[in-house]
């Protein structure tokens, strides 16, 4: 994983409390099931829900580039969809253990501007990386009402 300005903390994922053990292989197994066919590059997310539910996506590639979806968006559009709006920790794996794109940032920022999460390069999958959704996404936008 290349270095970082960011505050991270690296695990080994054997070391791991059980909950996030199981975040990490239920991210490597969906991110098998990314419809990747333009980049090649595929993504899985798992996330957890504070109700402790999980929930997981994987990135969908479209011709129409614009239409993809992220692996890290899937996951929390259904978490929503099945009514969790409150999450305590997201498991990303990838090529590279990257971290999500601006918009996944933005969208994750909504719910939990805090959010601890896991990168997990998946050619090196017993170590992950944690860093701080806040970190990631300093001055997110926020829509005041008032």
Known sequence: ?????????????????????????????????????????????????????????????????????CAERTAIFSAVAAGEKTFSRLVIASAGGVTPCGACRQVLAEFAPNLSILLVDSDHPEQAIEVNLAHLLPGRFIFDRS
Do not use: W
């Open 1 to 69: 994983m290349p270095e970082s300005i960011l505050p991270v903390v690296t695990h080994k994922v054997a070391d791991l409390p059980l909950a996030d053990r199981l975040l990490v292989q239920a991210a490597l197994t969906v991110r098998l099931r990314a419809h990747a066919p333009y980049s090649k590059f595929l993504v899985g997310a798992a996330l957890h829900a504070t109700e402790g539910k999980l929930f997981s996506g994987c990135n969908v590639e479209n011709a129409s580039y614009g239409l993809t979806n």
